[in-house]
């Protein structure tokens, strides 16, 4: 059997770390359920593309 969802609660998470190099921005998130030294990460360019992974505390810059 399927483990049952859990509901939202509405309730805010706390705020992401937000990194700037160069011309890019990445904000790295927790996420509930993944052990806490592994974040979610979107980086944005200049350009308007958008990159998420996830990521190590201890993972480098990402670079582009």
């Known amino acids: 059997m399927a483990a049952a969802r859990k509901a939202l609660d509405s309730q805010p998470g706390s ?8 011309e890019n921005v990445t904000f790295r998130f927790e996420v509930a359920g993944v052990p806490a030294q ?16 996830i990521v190590s ?4 810059e990402e670079r582009r």
């Open 15 to 22: 705020p992401p770390e937000i990194r700037a190099t160069g």
């Open 38 to 53: 592994m974040k979610l990460a979107l980086r944005c360019d200049a350009k308007g593309d958008v990159w998420a992974a």
């Open 57 to 60: 505390d201890d993972a480098p």
